[in-house]
């Protein structure tokens, strides 16, 4: 057997700073596709802004010379999904939680950061008011940026009602992101047979070839657009403290030690279900090995299966903005941020056209602020639950509704200070900064904390480890070079 320094028979397990894990036996694992979802909603979160707006932005404008970055920008997210989950199979606790266990301090600087990235994120909801307001016209005699936030108001609207009166709210997000992913994926592939798209594949899929192009050696390049250039690295992906979200998802859907563990319910349809503040652990047995082995191949395939979708939806618009936004010198900005795009469809199909893509749009906008609505109200929930003395007195549950309305009114509040592309780059800049901020973080939780309390087949291969080292510094070192650039002007 593996060496363990836990005692077969103890009943908990002191790991860092939070009360101790619980002794349990780590659920059974019953196939991959028994528990398919929560990579599918991380994929239709990630489609929000960098694949619709700004790598067809980048491509628009710049042509060929970024697209280098699209796939290492892609796949670096797989190896910090694979960590995230790792940690909430193993303990059925969060990544927040997680990070309280390194160090309050820690936890206390990212909750910080966390709320700033978040207080923007209603740019989501007005950017897809874009999309409504040019498929409808209505209000009439409104101007753009009254209809576009009208729209992105009612669509909060309709939303809340989902998140409140939907009996499990993990639930009735699955559902709706698997529809939106269904529409924009028949969308956007059936936009690529057009004459000119196919005309152009052979020099799109040539300068999609991995290389490293820095802004200054791209000829028309706009010093304006480097906060662009890293809110689309971040946003090759659900991108920042969004990148946590998964482990959330998959705690509600089910795996692992998340199994044992409530789901956040609703207050009028739903029964309150006991969501502890603090996992679990499991010891060394041939039955417990078998389930994690389980578990990894799992959350291993589905991690695939939403970076996949997330690349090829990226892929697919920025080959439509090569092909009909390029050569035509149109680029999505302003209150029209996601209407040029519109293109892709009527080029080939007209006024239908246009509006099928409109669709497209508006569903790929609005899903994204009732996704980012609920995963960062369950991480606040999570560190008030897990950090605040006195907490503990409310549910889970309760924290979690307060969290809703807190984000709702601040991001109706700021969704109308500034255009929806200005927003949604402000916060792409902070996720950019944030994926150096939490990784290594991820490999202390993973690769020091956690061996120390399971047993030692719960560490990864160590070409992994290698990978997820590589993915963090190259996120730190592009931060660094980010924060150079800025202040060297």
């Not at 006024?351 to 893509?357: C, D, E, R, S, V």
Request: proline share 5%; with cysteine; net charge neutral.
């Amino acid at each position: 057997m593996a060496k363990n320094t836990i005692s077969i028979t103890a009943e908990e397990a002191f790991l860092g700073n939070l009360a101790p894990l619980k002794l349990a036996a780590l659920p059974t694992f019953m196939g991959v596709f028994a528990y398919m979802g929560p990579g599918i909603l991380w994929a239709a979160l990630a489609q929000g802004s960098g694949e619709l707006i700004w790598w067809p932005y980048l491509t628009a404008k710049y042509g060929a010379a970024f697209l280098g970055l699209l796939i290492p920008a892609s796949m670096l997210q797989y190896w910090v999904n694979l960590e995230i989950c790792r940690y909430t199979v193993a303990t059925g606790e969060t990544p927040m939680t997680g990070f309280s266990r390194v160090s309050r301090v820690y936890a206390w600087i990212m909750w910080i950061g966390i709320f700033i990235e978040n207080a923007w994120f209603g740019a989501y909801a007005s950017a897809g008011g874009t999309a409504l307001a040019a498929l409808t016209g209505l209000p009439s005699g409104w101007t753009p940026r009254g209809q576009s936030l009208f729209w992105g108001y009612l669509t909060i609207g309709f939303y809340l009602i989902a998140l409140i009166f939907g009996r499990v709210v993990y639930n009735i997000i699955e559902k709706f992101s698997m529809v939106v992913v269904f529409i924009t994926m028949v969308g956007i592939i059936f936009a690529l047979f057009q004459e000119k798209v196919l005309a152009v594949s052979g020099d799109f899929f040539a300068a999609l070839v991995p290389r490293l192009t820095l802004p200054g050696q791209v000829e028309n390049w706009d010093p304006k657009d480097l906060n662009t250039l890293v809110t689309s690295i971040a946003f090759a992906g659900a991108g920042g403290f969004g990148q946590l979200f998964i482990g959330y998802w998959i705690r509600d859907k089910g795996i692992g030690m998340g199994k044992i563990i409530g789901r956040v319910t609703s207050p009028i349809t739903g029964e309150a279900e006991a969501i502890p503040a603090t996992g679990f652990f499991f010891t060394d047995t041939e039955e417990n090995k078998r389930n994690y082995k389980g578990w990894v191949r799992y959350f291993s395939f589905e991690n695939f299966i939403g970076v996949f979708l997330n690349f090829l939806t990226t892929m697919i618009m920025c080959w439509l903005a090569f092909a009909l936004l390029l050569p035509e010198g149109k680029i999505p900005t302003g209150w029209e941020i996601a209407v040029v795009q519109s293109a892709f469809f009527e080029v080939a199909w007209g006024p239908i056209g246009k509006a099928l893509f409109l669709i497209v749009a508006a569903a790929f906008l609005c899903d994204a602020w009732l996704q980012l609505t609920d995963g960062y109200s369950r991480i606040q929930a999570d560190f008030f639950y897990s950090n605040i003395p006195g907490a503990q007195k409310l549910h889970y549950r309760t924290w979690y509704y307060i969290f809703v309305a807190i984000f709702t009114v601040l991001t109706v509040i700021t969704m109308a200070m500034a255009q929806p592309g200005q927003l949604i780059v402000l916060r792409g800049v902070v996720s950019f900064l944030a994926m150096g901020f939490f990784c290594p973080g991820l490999i202390y939780l993973n690769y020091i904390m956690l061996p120390k309390v399971f047993p030692n087949w719960i560490k990864p291969h160590p070409i992994t480890q290698i990978l997820m080292g590589l993915c963090t510094l190259a996120y730190v070192g592009m931060g660094i070079l980010y924060l150079y650039l800025t202040f060297q002007g």
